[in-house]
């Protein structure tokens, strides 16, 4: 029923239906905006990557067609996007297996987090190599599946699980290698997903 009332709402708004634009931007401005946030740093860059994906969606209507989820097809934009703006902060293109968020330059985001368990789940985030941050966020915040973030990044569903369960590994690498007060790091790794899940509300 929500991809249909999205695909109905997209038909409209690409036919000049403003109220409809605005429609879907409240149903997926917060799941886009979560998705960007832990892998910018400031609101305003946020802010215009929102705007830029909802405009490539509204301006490259054939490419969506109804396969999936509209909120992947977002996601999947915003990812793109995020690729440019690492490639221009810097100056080269960027290998998604290689580079992560921290090496372009320690960011904000880990003050956005009020639990001390969130603030390190943040900085260890942001230290994996962007395409393994992306699955281990889909997953956790977005409840994706691996075949539904397969089809945000354009991967086989075998590559997304093996790509899940070798984030997994490096986060708990990361985190060690932060050295964080031992209880906070224990705490952390005893229950990583459900710490997860719960800072999606802050993001």
Do not use: N
Not at 110 to 120: S, V
């Amino acid at each position: 029923m929500s991809d249909r009332v999205d695909g109905e709402l997209l038909v409209a708004w690409q036919a000049g239906d403003r109220r409809a634009g605005a429609a879907l931007f409240d149903r997926h401005f917060r799941a886009v905006a979560r998705f960007v946030r832990a892998k910018v740093w400031s609101e305003d860059e946020v802010d215009d990557l929102v705007q830029t994906t909802f405009v490539a969606c509204l301006e490259a209507p054939a490419r969506f067609r109804g396969e999936g989820s509209l909120r992947g097809y977002l996601l999947g934009i915003a990812y793109h996007k995020l690729q440019k703006l690492y490639a221009e902060r810097a100056r080269r293109p960027i290998d998604v297996e290689q580079v992560s968020v921290h090496d372009l330059g320690p960011g904000p985001s880990t003050a956005l987090a009020r639990r001390a368990e969130h603030r390190l789940l943040l900085a260890g985030l942001r230290r994996l190599p962007l395409q393994f941050q992306v699955v281990l966020e889909l997953s956790f915040w977005e409840e994706m599946t691996a075949g539904a973030i397969g089809a945000v990044l354009g991967e086989p569903e075998g590559t997304v699980r093996t790509r899940l369960r070798r984030a997994k590994e490096l986060l708990a690498v990361q985190l060690r290698r932060l050295r964080a007060a031992p209880a906070l790091l224990e705490s952390t790794l005893e229950d990583l997903e459900g710490w997860a899940r719960s800072l999606r509300a802050e993001l």
